[in-house]
Each structure stands twice: as C-alpha cells, then as structure tokens.
C-alpha cells in the first residue's frame, strides 16, 4: 500500500517552531519530488514548499521564505518541514504530496498524506 502519513503538528505560540514530518511506506521517496502545502479554514490550499527528487534543489513560497526549510532523509524514506518563527497566519492543515515532477501545482502531484494541523497561538 503506497502511503504518506505527515506527523508533527500542533499548537505552538507565535515565534515558536516545529518539525513536520512527510514518512512513506510503500514505495521510496528519494524517487519523487516532494510538496508541502497547506490550507487555512476558509481558504484555498496553497503550496509552500518542493524539494526535487535527484539534487533535492528547493523552493519555497515568499511567505515562508527564509523561516521555513525543507529537507530530505532519504534512509529513513522521510521529508521533513522546520518551521520556524511561526506566525499566526501559518495555522492551517499542512499536507505533503509526492509526484515525479517538481511543481507547484497540485495535479502534479500523486501521493497526498492525510494532513497534519498546526496551530499558532498564544
């Protein structure tokens, strides 16, 4: 069964951080460029970060750029999304996505994970 399941969420204060974790099972990871995206209640789900599958180039979108890293662990079939500086317009359910093509559009896309909620909160 080819699966991703994100874990790592939470509630945190504004300033604060947290680690996302994208793990799969059932196929290997390092094969597929990876997405991060997220979708706020009441809004559209957006991208916010891709790491390609073979040099693992990255890019992120201006709202996060700067606090937000994406990286990969290819032994451990896992990308990852530090947060950092967490804002309270971050808080949304985040979503990783695996696909053969570095997009930033979501049809591009294969592999979605059942989403993990973070909340920035004081």
């Known amino acids: 069964q080819l699966q991703l399941v994100e874990s790592g969420g939470g509630l945190v204060q504004p300033g604060g951080s947290l680690r996302l974790s994208c793990a799969a099972s059932g196929f290997t990871l390092d094969y597929y460029a990876v997405g991060w995206f997220r979708q706020a209640p009441g809004k559209e789900r957006e991208g916010v970060s891709y790491i390609s599958r073979s040099r693992g180039s990255t890019y992120y979108a201006d709202s996060v750029k700067g606090r937000f890293t994406i990286s990969r662990d290819n032994a451990k079939n896992t990308v990852y999304l530090q947060m950092n500086s967490l804002k309270p317009e971050d808080t949304a359910v985040y979503y990783c996505?695996?696909?053969?093509?570095?997009?930033?559009?979501?049809?591009?896309?294969?592999?979605w994970g059942q989403g993990t909620q973070v909340t920035v909160s004081s």
């Open positions: 996505a695996a696909g053969i093509t570095l997009a930033t559009t979501e049809g591009e896309y294969d592999y």
